[in-house]
Structures are given as structure tokens and as C-alpha cells.
């Protein structure tokens, strides 16, 4: 290990994580740039001139299903240009230094314990990070579409973040506490840091609530108006919808719909057109696509798409993969393919 390596860690020995977990360790410029681009996305890595001797890079990386929890640390003053991150967002919260911060038209300093970062995939970033080191919570970009999806009763679009995270408000300081909670898990478990089908799940909710409901985002007003429909809905509704849920393999009964919610089918037809936006068939619909993504997205190498597919419901496999990639942006065999990858 070079000298300056050495030094950089000296230096944030006390800060530094998931040491077992460790992916890139170097001072040369090019190396780091290629070694970590390959775990997150292509950069330019330019340290700046009058320090360039000082530099070293380090990072450390727990992969979890749809996450990863990392720790990075640059020594001296190094520009990264990433441009846009595209598949991914990036929760960094500064453990030691600072960095500067531009995503779009916003600038921030990201400092221990004041201010952290939440990169968007699709808005473009540049920073400048001082004798930084960071805890990185990288998470799928579909994952968190489709998840703002179904909390805002939407298609599957497009979502951008306010890149500022203030460590001293609530939220964010839940938000860092469940973060230095996972890493510890993962240090626990030490590589491959496997966790259960069921704690992995736990896992993935919490970090999809801390993003969506505690940090402002294009669709939060959505989000908030359509949780606010929700809760207001008649009783006859919710006995419906739940029926509905309950029955999604069956084929549609209104009568029997009508029967369990204690309301006439006319009524709640409209009922379902004024309070959820959409007919009673285009709920069941969601319902079975939102099941067959669940089932896809954990499925195992030799499972068939068919079976699921008439399993939950669907009789008309055409339809059903149009509907499918309308909502998710991609076809049935693209998830599965993603879980066996």
C-alpha cells in the first residue's frame, strides 16, 4: 500500500466503515476513476492541482437486493463529474470533510452532521469533495419509481428529489440514523453480508418511506393528496377495495362485489370512479400486475411467467405484458431477468 494511502487512512481511520467490505483502495487518479465507476455509474475524477500528490481514494461496498449501503473517502480536493447517475439515486451523508454540491441549478455544502445530499438520476451533478468521506446509500431507480407509483396512484414516471437534506430537521436525522444502523448490520454480518428474504424486505420499505415520505420530491403533493383520498373513503368502499384485494385471482363478480361492500353496483361504480380515479376493472387490474411484479421481482431462475401470469388471474397474455410494461416501464422476462442477474 502506497504512502499516501496509508496517510488518507490515518486520517479518517476513526470514520471509516465496512472495512471487510472493501472494493477499491489506491492514490492513483485513473484506477479510482475506472475501479469505482465500474460499482456506480462512468465519471471524471480530477483532483485539484496544488494537491494532486495528496490523493487517495478508497471505497467500501455492502450490496444488498435493490440497495447498497457504501462508504467512500477521497484524500486532498477532488472534482467528480458524474453527470447524470441514470439507474440509481445516491443518499451521501458526509462522515468527515465536505463537499460542494451542484445538482441542477441547486448548490449545497454537504457537512458532518448539518447537511447531507440526495442525487437524482436524472438531474445532472457535479462536487468537489475535501478530505471527504461519506456513507452512500445507493438504490435502484426503478425500485423508487414504481414504489412512488403506487403511492401516489400514478404511472410509473420519472421522479426527482430536492438534493438538500438538513441532518438537524426529523426526518433527516432518521434518515442518517437508519443509515449507520445498516451499516453496523452489515458490518455484523460481514461479507457476503446476506440477510433474510424478510429482513431484506423490512430493509427496503424503510429506505423507500425515508426517501418518499421525508424528502420533497415531484410527486409529494400527489402522494399527499392521494394517502388523504384514501383515508377518507367511505366504509363501503374500503369493504370493496378489500374484497377486491382479497379476490384478485378470481374473475370479476360485481354482484358479489356489490353483495360484500353492502352498496348496489351502480353506486359503487361511481363510488370507485369519484374516490379512486379508476373502474372497478382497472383496480383489479393494478392489483394483478402490482402481484405479478412482487412475484416476478423475486422469482427464482426457472420460473414461468405463464403460470404466475394465469396464477393471478390474467387470461389474455398480450394484453397483460402491454399493461405490464405501461405501468413499469418494461416487460415481465426484463424483471425477471433483473432478479437472476
Not at 108 to 121: G, Y
Not at 294 to 303: F, K, V, W, Y
Amino acid at each position: 500500500m502506497s504512502a499516501a494511502v496509508l496517510e488518507m487512512s490515518a486520517r479518517t481511520s476513526a470514520a471509516e466503515r465496512l472495512a471487510d467490505f472493501a472494493r477499491v483502495t489506491t492514490d492513483d487518479v485513473d484506477e479510482a476513476a475506472e475501479e469505482i465507476g465500474r460499482i456506480f455509474c462512468p465519471h471524471d475524477l480530477e483532483p485539484a492541482k496544488a494537491r494532486a500528490a495528496g490523493f487517495s481514494a478508497r471505497h467500501n461496498c455492502a450490496d444488498f437486493d435493490g440497495f447498497s449501503i457504501n462508504y467512500v473517502a477521497y484524500g486532498g480536493s477532488v472534482g467528480i463529474d458524474p453527470g447524470c447517475l441514470e439507474r440509481f439515486f445516491l443518499v451521501q451523508v458526509p462522515l468527515t470533510g465536505t463537499a460542494h454540491i451542484r445538482a441542477g441549478i441547486t448548490e449545497l455544502e454537504a457537512a458532518p452532521d448539518r447537511t447531507a445530499s440526495l442525487l437524482s438520476p436524472t438531474i445532472p451533478t457535479r462536487m468537489m469533495w475535501r478530505d471527504c468521506a461519506q456513507a452512500i446509500l445507493l438504490l435502484d431507480r426503478r425500485m423508487v419509481e414504481q414504489r412512488a407509483a403506487a403511492l401516489s396512484g400514478r404511472a410509473s414516471g420519472t421522479v426527482e428529489f430536492d438534493p438538500v437534506i438538513d441532518l438537524e430537521a426529523p426526518a433527516g436525522r432518521a434518515l442518517r440514523c437508519s443509515l449507520v444502523e445498516l451499516m453496523t448490520l452489515a458490518e455484523r454480518l460481514g461479507p457476503p453480508g446476506a440477510l433474510s428474504p424478510l429482513a431484506m424486505a423490512d430493509w427496503r420499505e424503510l429506505l423507500l418511506d425515508h426517501l418518499l415520505n421525508g424528502q420533497r420530491h415531484g410527486l409529494s403533493d400527489a402522494i399527499h393528496t392521494f394517502s388523504g383520498r384514501a383515508e377518507r373513503l367511505p366504509r363501503a368502499l374500503r369493504k370493496a377495495r378489500d374484497h377486491l384485494a382479497d379476490n384478485a385471482r378470481e374473475p370479476l363478480d360485481l354482484a358479489q362485489l356489490a353483495c360484500a361492500s353492502g352498496i348496489g353496483i351502480r353506486a359503487l361504480q361511481l363510488g370507485f370512479r369519484r374516490h379512486f380515479g379508476l373502474s372497478i376493472s382497472q383496480m383489479l387490474l393494478d392489483m394483478r400486475l402490482a402481484g405479478l411484479n412482487a412475484r416476478l421481482a423475486q422469482g427464482s431462475p426457472d420460473a414461468s411467467i405463464t403460470d404466475i401470469a394465469f396464477d393471478l388471474g390474467f387470461t389474455h397474455l398480450g394484453r397483460m405484458a402491454g399493461a405490464y410494461r405501461e405501468k413499469f416501464g418494461e416487460t415481465p422476462s426484463a424483471t425477471l431477468r433483473r432478479r437472476m442477474s
